[in-house]
């Protein structure tokens, strides 16, 4: 099982970046995806999770309005397009998979947001 995220790095305010992760070793169709964040010094957050089909999709307040989590199940990828980002984004991002007791876990990706 792997789960590689990608498309981390340093961005100014109000700049935008798009995440990816792809996934191999599972049936990604099956599973919800998830992507989380943790900033130095506070535990892990849930930013955006999307149902195995698309059909649910949820985000953290703090993110609504601003960022977009996608799916393409051809590519067994999950995307998170950030807009608007800002210092409070700055964090190492996570893309989880998850169906029933399964959990499968990428290694992170930075995003800095500072001018």
């Known amino acids: 099982v792997q789960v590689v995220e990608s498309g981390g790095g340093l961005v100014q305010p109000g700049g935008s970046l798009r995440l990816s992760c792809a996934a191999s070793g599972f049936t990604f169709s099956s599973y919800a995806m998830s992507w989380y964040r943790q900033a130095p010094g506070k535990e892990r957050e849930l930013v955006a999770t999307?149902?195995?089909?698309?059909?649910?999709?949820a985000y953290a307040d703090s993110v609504k309005g601003r960022f977009t989590i996608s799916r393409d199940n051809a590519k067994a990828t999950v995307y998170l397009q950030m807009n608007n980002l800002q210092p409070e984004d700055t964090a190492v991002y996570y893309c989880?998979?998850?169906?029933?007791?399964?959990?499968?876990w990428g290694q992170g990706t930075q995003v800095t947001v500072s001018s």
């Open positions: 999307i149902t195995s089909v698309g059909g649910i999709i």
């Open positions: 989880n998979a998850r169906l029933f007791q399964y959990h499968y």
